[in-house]
């Protein structure tokens, strides 16, 4: 075996590498469309650092992009423009990747290797697998499953739907008692399914309040939730959702808190958001 089919075979075995150069395309497409949707620059810049490649490598790819039409010509400068059908398989890869991560999951997977292995997966597998697993996903499980990080997009059409909620003292979860913040919101929050994102606002009562509420997320730690006039926005992604074959309704869990102006959450100050999607 001579140098050059080594060092590709030792690629294809490396788990944590791509094996193709299609590969590292189709990473860096879905990537950039993640960006677009929370509204970051588009850079290749950015690119060379999230993927530590150097400016020469990275023009390879971004060249790679333009003859498969999924970025407009590159300019003499360091933005990147997606096309229509650029952000159209960006989206397709971003459903694939989310269906076998869910999957992995629900196998009992550990989430930081089941988000390692389906980026894998996603780009080797047929349009007819990933529609099965994702109907296995949907009504085939046999036992009550936690998800992390789950795009509800995927679960659900676009659309505005209900959810119950609650809101609860952690000293107190066995049994649970409602927290007095519970009292300063509706008991119904707003589940937004968009095109881009998903949403759960909850919302405000006409009293008023001065504190902001925070939560926790898995990779940042504490964030503080955007608020508008009448309700408190939180990334439906940031939950941890229980599915369970024996019960249609989804149950998500976030660990949350309410803290003045200008404070950062203690552990005094911490509550259990709970809610209810049937």
Known sequence: MNEKKGQEL????????????????????????????????????????????????CTYYLKKMLECGYIFPLENTDEIRLTSFGIARGEELGYCHETFKQFLQLAGVKPEDAEEDSCRMEHVAGEKTVESICQFINSGVLSERVLHHSDLRFRYEPGTYEAGMGIYQME???????????????????????????????????????????????????LQAEETDHAICIPAQAFEFIISPADPIIEGELLIAFVKEGDFPTEKACRELNIHIS
């Open 172 to 222: 107190r979860l066995c049994p649970r008692k409602l927290a007095q913040e519970y009292y300063w919101y509706t008991e119904w929050i707003t589940l937004e399914i968009g095109q881009e994102k998903s949403t759960c606002k909850l919302i405000r009562k006409e009293e008023s309040q001065t504190e902001k509420l925070w939560y926790m997320d898995r990779d940042a730690g504490w």
């Open 10 to 57: 030792m690629e294809d075995l490396a788990g944590g590498m791509p094996c193709s150069k299609r590969e590292t395309v189709e990473n860096m497409l879905e990537q950039l469309c993640r960006w677009r949707k929370n509204s970051s620059p588009l850079s290749s810049s950015r690119l060379c650092e999230k993927f530590q490649l150097s400016r020469r490598e």
